[in-house]
């Protein structure tokens, strides 16, 4: 059987595969970040509302990705600052992506500033 027509067979999914890479923040790991109670996490879960989650195995789970997209999104209320302050403190980065990061967000944002 042709290894590319088998239901077994591996396909190369760069979506999934960047899923993997990413980490997660727990509703207080996240709180804390946001400098919010992780109360107020759960009441916009269940509004509906606010950043998209992930439940693993019960437990609720933030993509690192979606957190900082979401500052990203937000730079007009938190300001370049803060957000510059954020990549600094981000421990899922070395210190050249800290850096690659803060160049990248600092040419985009300064309509924010």
Not at 30 to 52: E, F, Y
Request: with cysteine; proline share 4%; aromatic share 10%.
């Amino acid at each position: 059987m042709n290894p590319q027509t088998s239901p077994n067979a591996f396909t190369y999914n760069p979506a999934a595969l960047a899923f993997l890479d990413e980490f997660f923040f727990t509703p207080n790991e996240l709180a804390a970040r946001w400098r919010t109670h992780a109360s107020t996490l759960a009441n916009k879960r269940a509004q509906g509302v606010g950043l998209r989650y992930t439940k693993i195995d019960g437990k609720v789970l933030y993509r690192s990705s979606d957190v900082i997209r979401a500052e990203l999104d937000s730079c007009a209320d938190v300001g370049l600052p803060r957000v510059l302050e954020l990549i600094a403190t981000f421990e899922g980065l070395d210190r050249r992506e800290r850096e690659a990061l803060a160049k990248y967000v600092k040419a985009g944002m300064r309509e924010c500033v």
